[in-house]
């Protein structure tokens, strides 16, 4: 109940703000990550639908009490907690309304475990919305569970841990719940009818985006593509 309650008011705090642009950047060269969570690098602009990032802005007394509404308690002390919310720039705001940024204005995008929770349409509109933002150079790297180890997962036997890895199929609600799975080859495929270019399945850690060592994580069965806009 308490998860649906938080899932609601953070749904409509982003449909308050499904207009909103963000048009100043701090930072030189801009760099963007989407679907943030609260794994965030520094100098980066980071956007998420979170209520962690609703209320990252909001005076610091009230950080104490969402800290336990949130879920981060299940992954960060309070003192890391507010360390992250406090010391970073965040944004809250819901992709589907798009990506609440200017055109042509980003150099670099990132976004880690993020795409799989929206549906396929959605996904592409994301994806879409990700080229309309970037510069002419700027690259964009999309992380998301490998579909193609799932499956690998899935002939081995595991198919207990597949499904809940892949799929939340144990109570998982609002955003938490995987909505659709990629291979490297689904995802190059869109990147390239969008009018990306330079499509490369990266390593873990490894590629042109900065702060790699900060942000990639569950190297395991994780999938790591980096495309280029030159337009």
């Not at 899932?7 to 409509?12: A, K, L, N, V």
């Not at 799975?181 to 990147?191: H, T």
């Not at 873990?204 to 030159?230: C, H, M, S, W």
Request: a negative charge.
């Amino acid at each position: 109940m308490k998860r649906q309650i938080v899932d609601r008011f953070t749904q409509f705090a982003g449909w308050l703000k499904r207009r909103q642009r963000i048009t100043h950047f701090p930072y030189q060269p801009v760099k963007v990550n989407i679907g943030c969570g609260l794994t965030v690098a520094p100098e980066w602009v980071n956007i998420d639908g979170s209520l962690n990032a609703l209320i990252a802005t909001w005076p610091h007394w009230l950080h104490d009490s969402a800290y336990n509404f949130s879920g981060a308690h299940q992954f960060f002390t309070l003192e890391e907690y507010k360390q992250i919310i406090q010391n970073n720039l965040f944004f809250h705001h819901d992709f589907r309304y798009g990506i609440p940024l200017p055109d042509n204005s980003v150099d670099f995008l990132y976004s880690s475990h993020f795409l799989e929770h929206l549906d396929k349409f959605a996904g592409r509109y994301l994806l879409e919305e990700c080229w309309r933002v970037l510069k002419s150079g700027g690259v964009v790297r999309i992380a998301v569970p490998d579909l193609e180890h799932a499956w690998r997962m899935y002939q081995a036997g595991d198919k207990e841990r597949m499904l809940h890895d892949y799929f939340f199929i144990d109570g998982a609600t609002g955003f938490s719940q995987h909505r659709y799975l990629y291979d490297f080859q689904m995802l190059a495929d869109i990147f390239s009818e969008i009018g990306f270019t330079h499509i490369v399945h990266e390593e873990y850690q490894k590629g042109a985006v900065p702060d790699l060592e900060l942000l990639d994580n569950r190297a395991d069965y994780t999938l790591f593509v980096e495309a280029q806009k030159l337009a």
